[in-house]
Each structure stands twice: as C-alpha cells, then as structure tokens.
C-alpha cells in the first residue's frame, strides 16, 4: 500500500485502495463514536468485534462511507488484506505450522511423496502420534 500498488482489478463499487482505506477506516470510527462516543481503538475488544461483525453483515451504512457498501469493504478489502500483511510475517508461519520459503536453502528432494529434512511431517488422521514425533527432529 505504500508504493500504492495494486491487483489490477477493483469492484467498481469500491474506490482506488488508497482511497477505499481512508473511506474504510474513517467510517468504522464514525461508527464507533456513534455507537459509544469513543473511537474505534478505544472500544473494548467485544465493541470492536461487533462493529466489525456489523460492518460484515452490511448493516453499516453511515454517511461516512460515503456510498461504499461496508460488507464489500470487509469481504474486498479489510479481511484479505488483513490476512495477507499477517501470514506475511514469518512468526506467524509457525503458527500455522509452514516451514517458510525453499529459498535460500531450496528443495532437495523433488520426487513425489518425499520430504526435505527440514520439513515436518503432516499429521494424517490416526497418525498423529507418529507425526509428532517425526516433528521433534524438524528445526534442530
């Protein structure tokens, strides 16, 4: 976003990314100030989810968006984005249990069903033990 890059493609419902965000993230504050005369950094955690839930649903309809419909902010905008920026970060990769990139190391096996031994072994229904303990080697 910095670089202003983009997809190539945008709803037509939706203004440039720049724009959409600006729109976006004024308005949910609009909504919150409305709601509970605070802004939206400022709710509780259960206020923001259901501001949040509200603006997915599509029930946010403030002058502040300014004719952008708010479930297609949050199903074109704010959830992918949102999603990309943290499973970019590697911390989040252990999260979910990926290894990262090949590079730079690359792949060493490249026949079917083989795995490199850095990466760990999936966990197939009633092999669970099996691959938790294959898994103690990974990342030594």
Request: proline share 6%; charged share 25%; glycine share 8%.
């Amino acid at each position: 976003m910095v670089e202003d890059a983009r997809e190539g493609y945008r709803n037509a419902q939706l203004p440039k990314l720049r724009e959409a965000w600006r729109i976006g993230l004024a308005a949910i504050d609009a909504e919150a100030r409305s709601a509970h005369a605070r802004s939206f950094h400022e709710l509780s955690a259960a206020q923001q989810d259901d501001l949040i839930a509200a603006m997915q649903k599509g029930e946010l309809r403030g002058a502040e968006w300014r004719g952008m419909p708010s479930q297609l902010f949050f199903v074109s905008r704010a959830a992918p984005d949102i999603v990309k920026a943290y499973y970019a970060h590697p911390t989040a990769w252990n999260e979910i249990g990926w290894g990262g990139p090949a590079s730079p190391r690359g792949y060493v096996r490249m026949q079917a069903n083989r795995r490199d031994p850095w990466e760990a072994a999936e966990a197939k229904p009633g092999q669970e033990a099996e691959a938790y303990r294959e898994n103690q080697r990974v990342g030594h």
